[in-house]
């Protein structure tokens, strides 16, 4: 039996190696993981043109060499739409999204599903909050303000707490001393980038419970390929 090839896009440069060392274990053997990427294949001066103005959707991002960047939606959407028609071209039995954000319904597939984590996440959050009161985590302070109204839809209070999966892992323990005085029962970790670590080191300084949406995503997709 050959393995199911299963797409992978992130708004950023692939491969996302910091992604797939917490969830291909979750996958097991059975899957060929196919990945491309927003900013493949550009420099970091010439993202620096796609720097986020005022009103812009901001998302955050990994390059292949380890830096993060900034930037605004718009200008990958056709990048991403392109990465997705190859992997469905390619033969992929299905594309996931490694990226929290909310993007338009522009992007599409033809015949396969296509997995956005923050689906899975409006979903999933309110189920695991007894107060209806989370405390997210997003990477930049440009994205405070957007993280927030998106999730007042779903939760009756939210507090917002920027700190980058991508800089000084003394940044994440401060967010944590931040958090662990907060009220609200769950954080959430609401960019692909954190880490299984850092989720681990979150719950232990924080005692509350952390959601995790990279291998969230993995375990709800894994239900197709487990086979």
């Not at 993202?47 to 993060?68: C, H, M, N, Q, W």
């Not at 880490?195 to 997709?221: H, S, Y």
Request: with cysteine.
């Amino acid at each position: 039996m050959t393995n199911m090839k299963i797409g992978a896009v992130t708004i950023g440069q692939s491969p996302r190696v910091d992604v797939t060392k917490d969830i291909m274990g979750i996958f097991g053997s059975s899957v060929e993981l196919i990945q491309a990427g927003g900013l493949d294949g550009l420099t970091k001066e010439e993202i620096k043109a796609f720097a986020p103005e005022k009103d812009d959707y901001v998302l955050v991002s990994r390059l292949t060499d380890g830096s993060s960047v900034t930037f605004a939606e718009r200008f990958i959407l056709p990048r991403l739409q392109a990465a997705i028609k190859k992997m469905e071209e390619e033969g992929c039995a299905l594309v996931m999204m490694f990226c929290t954000g909310n993007f338009p319904e522009s992007l599409s597939t033809e015949k396969i599903p296509l997995i956005y984590p923050c689906d899975i996440l409006d979903r999933v959050v309110p189920l695991l909050t007894k107060s209806s009161h989370i405390i997210c985590l997003t990477p930049s302070p440009l994205q405070e303000e957007q993280c927030a109204a998106k999730w007042k839809n779903y939760v009756q209070k939210v507090s917002v707490v920027a700190a980058s999966p991508y800089g000084d892992w003394g940044e994440l323990e401060k967010a944590a001393e931040e958090i662990s005085g907060m009220e609200g029962d769950l954080i959430v970790l609401d960019c692909i980038g954190y880490t299984q670590e850092m989720k681990k080191m979150f719950a232990q300084k924080t005692g509350k419970k952390v959601v995790l949406p990279r291998t969230l995503l993995a375990r709800v997709v894994s239900e197709l390929t487990d086979l």
